[in-house]
């Protein structure tokens, strides 16, 4: 089972609570779940279906889900024979031109090996689709098998997520971009970058599964952390919460 649980509560069993009944549906690309009742669920694959959600039948379940109390469908992204979805963005953009109310977020973008200027322009593309509905999650992936495969070296595994998040976070700021340039991406002088989405600005989260630096880093950028919690407790990440409320008071966020 995975869950996600977006701003779990300091208490134990407030954030055991929350996670039973999380209202933001979270696709994996292979299992899926949601608030238990009417709205559970929606997007899980039938017997004989390809998993993740993807097939002819997609398009209606999503309309169903957009009926339901669910506030959002999160896509996850994966480059291997057991999950379905590699490119969350396209999925998204399907959802997003038949869906009106639902929130549509990727969970996530492995920012370490994509191109943080197309990844804010697919995103800005669907937030128009959309009526302003799209949000991005960004993480450094739990699965590291997009790195090799697009020409990343591992030792850069932190390195590369830092350095992408900073850019993706320059071009959201503003239309023209000036960007110094780094180890991995070269620089950008002055350059405008289209389609600018309807939100402005439009969300960015930081996906965090278990990682104190990673927490501190998203409360430092004020930027709001998503707790993946694939298996386990939700009141062990207790203390990440903690760790994040404090680490943003001292940056300086309330």
Same mark, same amino acid.
């Given at each position: ?41 929606? &997007? ?29 469908? &999160? ?38 090996? =994509? ?27 739990? @699965? ?11 030792? =850069?595994? =932190? ?38 989405? &309807?939100? =402005? ?38 203390? @990440? ?14």
């Amino acid at each position: 089972e995975h869950r996600v649980v977006l701003v779990p509560d300091l208490e134990e069993e407030e954030a055991d609570r929350r996670a039973r009944h999380a209202v933001r549906l979270y696709d994996h690309g292979r299992v899926e779940c949601a608030r238990p009742g009417p709205g559970a669920a929606l &997007l899980g694959s039938p017997e004989g279906k390809v998993p993740g959600g993807v097939g002819p039948w997609a398009p209606r379940r999503r309309l169903e889900a957009d009926a339901e109390d669910v506030q959002a469908h &999160l896509v996850g992204e994966h480059h291997r024979a057991d999950y379905a979805v590699s490119a969350p963005a396209i999925v998204l953009a399907a959802a997003a031109a038949r869906t009106k109310r639902i929130r549509l977020t990727s969970a996530v973008t492995v920012l370490s090996s =994509d191109e943080p200027v197309r990844v804010f322009q697919d995103f800005a593309t669907i937030d128009l689709i959309s009526g302003g509905r799209a949000e991005i999650m960004v993480g450094r992936g739990s @699965f590291i098998e997009s790195f090799p495969l697009f020409g990343q070296d591992l030792e =850069d595994y =932190d390195d590369l997520f830092a350095e992408k998040l900073d850019l993706l976070l320059r071009v959201r700021e503003s239309l023209r971009v000036t960007w110094p340039g780094g180890r991995h991406r070269a620089a950008i002088d002055d350059r405008p970058v289209y389609p600018r989405p &309807l939100q =402005d600005p439009i969300p960015i989260w930081i996906a965090v599964g278990g990682n104190p630096p990673s927490v501190v880093r998203a409360a430092r950028l004020g930027l709001p952390m998503a707790l993946a919690i694939i298996g386990g407790a939700p009141a062990r990440f207790v203390e @990440f919460v903690r760790l994040y409320r404090d680490s943003a008071r001292r940056a300086g966020h309330d």
